[in-house]
């Protein structure tokens, strides 16, 4: 059974960078999408970020643009995320998920296409 497990989080300053990892159980290069999503109390999950399986091409939601990057290593099974300038409003808790159907590109993914999810890790940035 596939798992996959954040790290990464933390408290920071704004401006501040934090990298997320989110390690999987077994090979995920079947995975057709990664992404990195996040929820604060009381909102619906948010896609930040998504790459696809040879990591080539990428896309970001526009609040993120310029200051995160998604990239994979498939030979590590792991998805990164990294985050610099952050913002308090990046604050929330952060997951990666994997979309498991085929899937011709990764752009515009909605969080219910993605059927294996991690189980977050939080992310905190005070003003």
């Known amino acids: 059974q596939v798992q996959l497990v954040e790290s990464g989080g933390g408290s920071v300053q704004a401006g501040g960078s934090l990298r997320l990892s989110c390690a999987a159980s077994?090979?995920?290069?079947?995975?057709?999408?990664m992404g990195w999503l996040r929820q604060t109390p009381g909102k619906e999950r948010e896609g930040v970020a998504v790459i696809d399986t040879a990591g080539s091409s990428t896309y970001y939601t526009d609040s993120v643009k310029g200051r995160f990057t998604i990239s994979r290593d498939n030979a590590k099974d792991t998805l990164y995320l990294q985050m610099n300038d952050l913002k308090p409003e990046d604050t929330a808790m952060y997951y990666c998920a994997a979309v498991t159907m085929w899937r011709s590109s990764c752009y515009a993914v909605s969080p219910a296409e993605y059927t294996l999810w991690g189980q977050g890790t939080q992310v905190t940035v005070s003003s």
């Open positions: 077994r090979y995920i290069y079947r995975s057709t999408c």
